[in-house]
């Protein structure tokens, strides 16, 4: 069983919808959790991180985390077509370790 | 300030070809990551160097590919022979190590390698 399960999708939703993306993985020693978007031929960027269980928002980002439950969520309010691309949930130990441990990610598209 | 610098960006080579991957991570990162992604897939990590020290080579397939960071800045990876499922994007990545749970890993443009 892959450590970071996400839904590959296609997930599509239209133009000023809430976008979920979801993803659990299976470290319970995982204590920091990311969300990288990736446009089509391009690199990872960070959009967002969280280590506490609850919501951490950031314009229109909110990154949920429930540790009891080993689910990590991202909500995209106002989607714009921009934000179409693959969004890679990753999580990592604590302890000093850099490792970063991907999911296979979940492609967005917005429809205007 | 230069994000992390990787050459080149495509290559192209027949199976059993040796292959060598560039990186430059950005300036004063001590940290430097390889990681393989796979079409379709997240990117999973082959080395992780903390200044020249690589700390985390378990992913690494040693009987092909090699690595090295000498003086702690440049590092290349390279691969001999190549196979056909060596056919992927081979991402470089930088980061600042510190005592805090988040060091945010900076990507590097990738090297996308097609294996005929």
């Known amino acids: 069983q892959k450590e970071v399960e996400q839904n590959s999708g296609p997930l599509s939703v239209p133009e000023g919808a809430i976008a979920s993306l979801n993803c659990t993985y299976s470290d319970r020693g995982s204590q920091s959790f990311f969300w990288y978007r990736q446009y089509s031929g391009k690199s990872p960027e960070l959009i967002m991180f969280?280590?506490?269980?609850g919501d951490k928002e950031d314009g229109r980002f909110t990154a949920q985390l429930n540790k009891a439950s080993q689910y990590v969520s991202l909500l995209i309010r106002d989607s714009q077509p921009s934000d179409s691309a693959t969004y890679l949930c990753?999580?990592?130990?604590?302890?000093?370790?850099?490792?970063?441990?991907f999911g296979k990610g979940t492609k967005l598209t917005v429809n205007p | 300030e230069a994000g992390v610098v990787q050459s080149p960006r495509y290559k192209i080579i027949e199976k059993k070809q040796p292959v060598a991957f560039w990186c430059n991570p950005i300036?004063?990162?001590?940290?430097l990551y390889w990681y393989l992604q796979n079409l379709g897939q997240g990117p999973e990590l082959l080395i992780r160097?903390?200044?020249?020290?690589?700390?985390?080579d378990s992913q690494l397939p040693k009987d092909r590919f090699s690595a090295e960071r000498l003086k702690g800045v440049d590092s290349t990876l390279k691969i001999q022979p190549a196979e056909l499922g060596d056919s992927a994007v081979y991402l470089c990545?930088?980061?600042?190590?510190?005592?805090?749970?988040?060091?945010?890993?900076?990507f590097g443009p990738g090297t996308r390698l097609t294996v005929l």
């Open positions: 300036s004063g990162h001590n940290t």
């Open positions: 160097y903390e200044n020249e020290e690589a700390v985390d």
């Open positions: 969280i280590y506490s269980n």
């Open positions: 990753a999580t990592k130990t604590q302890g000093g370790s850099e490792k970063l441990v």
């Open positions: 990545a930088s980061s600042l190590l510190g005592l805090s749970s988040y060091n945010e890993q900076f």
